[in-house]
Every structure is written in structure tokens, then in C-alpha cells.
């Protein structure tokens, strides 16, 4: 069982920046591929970036190249999403997640464990 506790979410303004924290319960954090997803009101949640076990591979959606960057510190069992350049449909509740699968998955429904979420709200 993992449990997972995002936090950094705020209010920005476009072209402005956050940083988001994800702290994991996990012993064996290294274990788990790890992953942001966003869901803004009426829409469905959707992949924002994924980070493996070994950091050595990253994927991301295509609307964030660019301005978004995941990274993680096994030692630390965190993940982080630092966001730059933020639009104003960048704003959703981000969520967290951790998936014990081999494969670096960009789909919600490989993921197991999720956090509570964290608010982005950025204004035009």
C-alpha cells in the first residue's frame, strides 16, 4: 500500500510558474513508476508526465513538453513537476500516482495508488 500527498498547487498567473511535490509512504519508493495527471471541471483526467523507476526515462503529454519537467529522489520518495510558462488551461486539480508495472505507462488506468490532489488555478 502506498499513500501519496501532492502539495505546491496554488494561484498563478499565466506565464508563471509552480512547483508541485508529491511525498510517498512507500519503503520501497524506488519500486514504483511514478506520474502527474491533471482533471479540470467537466473533463476527464488526463496524463500530464511520467517519470520510471530509475529516472531514466520520462514521457509527458504533448500539450506540456517543454514547460513542464517530472522528476523524483528515490532517497527522498518524492516526486516533483516543475511548471513554467503556465496557461490558463494548465488549471485542473493535479494528482499524483504510482504504478508498480514494468512498463512506464501514460494511461490512469495502469496506476494504482493515487494522492488527494493539489489545485492549479492560473488567471489570464
Known amino acids: 500500500q502506498v499513500q501519496l500527498v501532492e502539495s505546491g498547487g496554488g494561484l498563478v498567473q499565466a506565464g508563471g510558474s509552480l512547483r508541485l511535490s508529491c511525498v510517498a509512504s512507500?519503503?520501497?519508493?524506488?519500486?514504483?513508476?511514478m506520474a502527474w495527471f491533471r482533471q479540470a471541471p467537466g473533463k476527464e483526467r488526463e496524463f500530464v508526465a511520467a517519470?520510471?523507476?530509475?529516472?531514466?526515462?520520462?514521457r509527458y503529454a504533448d500539450s506540456v513538453k517543454g514547460r513542464m519537467t517530472i522528476s523524483r529522489d528515490n532517497a527522498k520518495s518524492t516526486v516533483g513537476l516543475q511548471m513554467n510558462s503556465l496557461k490558463p488551461e494548465d488549471s485542473a486539480v493535479y494528482y499524483c500516482a504510482a504504478d508498480r508495472s514494468v512498463v512506464l505507462s501514460t494511461s490512469r488506468n495502469n496506476y494504482d495508488y493515487w494522492g488527494q490532489g493539489t489545485q492549479v488555478i492560473v488567471s489570464s
Open positions: 512507500a519503503r520501497t519508493f524506488s519500486i514504483y513508476n
Open positions: 517519470i520510471d523507476r530509475s529516472t531514466s526515462l520520462t
